[in-house]
């Protein structure tokens, strides 16, 4: 038996705000819809064109409050061929919430609070 990896799933409360971030920040593209019948929810899996795993974005109609994220000790990677470009493309956004000088990595964060790490080709 053999297991491969599918997608993580986050759930947002402003799907077209997170769309767009995961779009300018990393570059990730909607591959996948799914529309609730009775509207309650839509799921969107994003992309990046390279690998088959899938971001799910889950928005859920009747959702008003923030997602409580705990810790926030849980996080997506994601390497970049061009660390300091990309770093300063989530400077200039102003989305970077901390960065680890001495491990040479990064991390940014969601609309929604969740974190991201960024880290260089060479790391992996």
Not at 27 to 51: C, H, M, P, T
Not at 116 to 123: G, Q, T
Request: proline fraction near 2%.
């Amino acid at each position: 038996m053999k297991f491969k990896f599918a997608h993580n799933n986050i759930n947002v409360l402003d799907l077209s705000k997170s769309i767009e971030f995961y779009d300018k920040a990393l570059g990730l593209k909607e591959v996948r819809r799914i529309n609730a019948k009775d509207g309650s929810f839509i799921i969107v899996y994003l992309g990046d064109g390279v690998s088959q795993h899938r971001l799910e974005l889950t928005w859920l109609r009747d959702r008003k409050e923030k997602y409580n994220l705990g810790d926030n000790e849980f996080h997506l990677a994601f390497v970049v061929d061009d660390f300091e470009s990309a770093k300063k493309l989530h400077m200039d956004m102003g989305c970077v919430c901390y960065v680890n000088n001495e491990m040479g990595i990064y991390f940014i964060e969601d609309p929604d609070g969740y974190w991201l790490e960024v880290l260089p080709e060479k790391m992996i």
